[in-house]
């Protein structure tokens, strides 16, 4: 099998193992109780934590790395000028900030479709936050 061969590949399976992890707190939370509290909720929010970071890892261990070795040949060969700057690094950056602006622009479009709905889960988060707070000032 050839390199490139071998990147596809592996490549297809990182992202397919990816995407699988990160499905399975959907399918659990549809099988468990949800409500606040729940032992459901936080089985769902450990998965969810796992499923972010397998993907994270991915990224940041197998990709950029990747990612590095393409932009350094293409300013070995004169295809992009070498500016000192960490391109790979900063490219990345600028995809998680595009990823959180439009994870933002989505609740914004949520409030204004459903300000009810969106209302009661502020009033829970403060709340959350408040409890949280507490619980730290007394550890």
């Known amino acids: 099998m050839n390199l490139l061969t ?3 590949v592996t490549m ?4 397919l193992v990816s995407l699988i ?4 707190p959907m399918i659990v939370a549809k099988k468990v109780n949800l ?3 729940s032992r459901g909720g ?5 998965l969810s934590c796992f499923g972010g970071g397998v993907i994270l890892t991915t990224a940041l261990t197998h990709m950029l790395p990747e990612v590095n070795l393409f932009l350094q040949y293409n300013i070995d060969h004169g295809q992009l000028s070498d500016t000192g700057l960490p ?3 900063i490219w990345v950056l600028c995809g998680f900030f595009m990823i959180y602006f439009i994870e933002e622009l989505t609740h914004m479009f949520m409030s204004r479709f459903n300000p009810e709905k969106d209302l009661a ?6 709340k959350q ?4 707070q507490w619980t730290w000032a007394f550890t």
């Open 6 to 8: 071998t990147k596809i």
């Open 42 to 46: 936080t089985v769902v929010s450990c």
């Open 12 to 15: 297809s399976i990182l992202g």
């Open 35 to 37: 409500a606040k509290g």
């Open 121 to 126: 889960s502020t009033k829970d988060r403060e």
């Open 129 to 132: 936050d408040v409890e949280w």
């Open 87 to 89: 391109l790979a690094e």
């Open 21 to 24: 992890v990160g499905f399975i």
